[in-house]
């Protein structure tokens, strides 16, 4: 029987305006399965991936204020995220934001990359061959000394995900990995990605990338999970893409022309 590292179930949650940013949402994923989350502009994406490492949670208070409320259970690798084990939720559960700015708030790469460990208890003397091998992770070994600031948006991405990779989880939530990137940089992170062993969760407008990349799909519209299925066979429903504000990627297109 395959171990499901995470369980979605009956997840709702409503900002404190009102909004209602997830509806009774339910969703698994295995160990070492990499699954694509799509849907239009304010669907609860990056909403529902905030749940999986506890930055948002049914059961207690957030960082967006008392009036913010849900209910359900997620729970990583058998564990139901809860106000009790955060700590021990975050280090299984790693979350790459979409805006690498976010991650990166510290003079130099080294000092950001070791802020997690740091905060896990690793002594600052046993900092040095973690931060190293993070970087070597992503391709940026030797880039302990420059200032995060004056790096490419390519090479933020690849430090913010080391800040992550840095403190060894188990599950990546990774929201819009490629945004921003020029084709070498997206060709490049996308195979960075690839080549990674944690169980991934990605949300992305990107549906090339997740047709590369992930073997499942979740299509979320208005906090719903409105179909799953193998991605290519979820992409490719152009009825479904089009009545969810989305396209059928390019290469689907492509391959389902007619030989002249």
């Known amino acids: 029987m395959t171990e499901e590292a995470i369980e979605v179930a009956g997840l709702t949650y409503r900002y404190p305006d009102g909004t209602a940013a997830l509806r009774g949402v339910n969703l698994g994923v295995s160990v070492g399965e990499t699954v694509g989350i799509v849907g239009p502009n304010g669907a609860g994406k990056t909403t529902l991936l905030l749940h999986l490492n ?33 700590k ?20 130099t790469v080294f000092e950001d990359v070791a802020f997690g460990p740091l905060n896990q208890g690793v002594p600052p003397e046993d900092l040095g061959p973690i931060v190293a091998q993070a970087l070597a992770e992503v391709g ?3 880039a302990e000394s420059r200032s995060p600031h004056h790096l490419s948006l390519g090479q ?3 430090v913010a995900l080391a800040t992550v990779l840095a403190m060894q989880p188990k599950i990546l939530a990774l929201d819009e990995p490629l945004a921003g990137l020029d084709p070498r940089g997206r060709r490049e992170t996308m195979h ?32 719903e999970i409105i179909a799953t299925g193998p991605t290519a066979q ?6 479904l893409m089009e009545a969810h504000g989305l396209e059928v990627p390019v290469s689907l297109r492509v391959s389902q022309r007619p030989c002249p």
């Open 234 to 239: 979820l992409l490719a429903d152009q009825s």
């Open 140 to 142: 940026m070994q030797g």
């Open 54 to 86: 506890g930055s948002l949670s049914p059961t207690r208070h957030s960082r967006f204020g008392d009036g913010a409320r849900g209910t359900g259970a997620v729970r990583i690798l058998g564990t139901e995220v809860g106000r009790n084990n955060l």
């Open 88 to 107: 021990q939720i975050r280090s299984e559960v790693g979350f790459v934001f979409e805006n690498p700015e976010h991650q990166l708030f510290m003079p």
């Open 192 to 223: 960075l990605i690839a080549a990674l062993p944690q169980t991934k969760v990605i949300a992305s407008h990107d549906l090339e990338m997740i047709l590369e990349l992930c073997r499942r799909v979740f299509l979320l519209d208005a906090g």
């Open 156 to 158: 933020k991405r690849r």
